[in-house]
């Protein structure tokens, strides 16, 4: 059974950190593209960083770029999202979602997703 789980979400202050993790398990996370994504009420689900199987060629969205940090460790199956100097408009459920083997920016084309994890960033 294909599963993605999320965990390390919260509530934090502004200008706070948070580690999500995401760990694969009923595939090989080796042959995949995995990315983030994010989803505000309201608002449409947006791609937040995504690093790709081959090469750890990633990306990130404008928004995120030198505070959050994408890795992941093949050997635990795990994905991970370093997320620093965090600001409200960072509120938002996140998801990861997997795909061979290169990364997209668009979530239609992911094949598998987590349930998500509530990153909440109030003062």
């Known amino acids: 059974q294909v599963q993605l789980v999320e965990s390390g979400g919260g509530l934090v202050q502004p200008g706070g950190s948070l580690r999500l993790s995401c760990v694969a398990s009923g595939f090989t996370l080796d042959d995949y593209a995995i990315g983030w994504f994010r989803q505000a009420p309201g608002e449409e689900r947006e791609g937040v960083s995504c690093i790709s199987s081959s090469d750890g060629g990633h990306y990130y969205v404008d928004s995120v770029k030198g505070r959050f940090t994408i890795s992941r460790d093949n050997a635990k199956n795990t994905l991970y999202l370093q997320m620093n100097s965090l600001k409200p408009e960072d509120t938002a459920v996140y998801y990861c979602?997997?795909?061979?083997?290169?990364?997209?920016?668009?979530?239609?084309?992911?094949?598998?997703w987590g349930q998500g994890t509530q990153v909440t960033v109030s003062s």
């Open positions: 979602a997997a795909k061979p083997p290169y990364c997209s920016r668009y979530s239609k084309w992911y094949d598998y």
